[in-house]
């Protein structure tokens, strides 16, 4: 059974900055392009970046220069770095489990086949 925790969500003021972690098992975890989506209230979930199992990264435009997006094939985890965070960066975070390979630029939520719960990241203003 694969399963995605996602942690390190929380509350921040504007300008500053979080490491969300996705630790994940069930799956040979190396293998798999791993995503970042968010999805604010009202809104729908949109895509964040994206990291192949080679370190291949995709970002979404509004995440480039802000967003790095990296992965330890040894500890199962993937992280997502935020800087300069904005109030409307505000939403909960979500990592999901792709297809296999060295292939990053998956952004439809379709694309992905395993879900973590999110954390919730607050940015005040």
């Known amino acids: 059974q694969v399963q995605l925790v996602e942690s390190g969500g929380g509350l921040v003021q504007a300008g500053g900055s979080l490491r969300l972690s996705c630790a994940a098992s069930?799956?040979?975890?190396?293998?798999?392009?791993m995503g970042w989506f968010r999805q604010a209230p009202g809104k729908e979930r949109e895509f964040v970046g994206a990291?192949?199992?080679?370190?291949?990264?995709y970002y979404a435009d509004p995440m480039k220069g802000r967003f790095t997006i990296s992965r330890d094939n040894a500890k199962n985890t993937v992280y997502l770095q935020m800087n300069s965070l904005k109030p409307e960066d505000t939403a909960a975070y979500y990592c999901?489990?792709?297809?296999?390979?060295?292939?990053?630029?998956?952004?439809?939520?379709?694309?992905?086949?395993?879900w973590g719960q999110g954390t919730q990241v607050t940015v005040s203003s």
């Open positions: 999901a489990s792709g297809p296999p390979g060295g292939y990053a630029r998956y952004f439809r939520s379709s694309d992905y086949d395993y």
């Open positions: 990291i192949s199992w080679t370190g291949s990264v």
């Open positions: 069930g799956r040979t975890f190396s293998r798999y392009t």
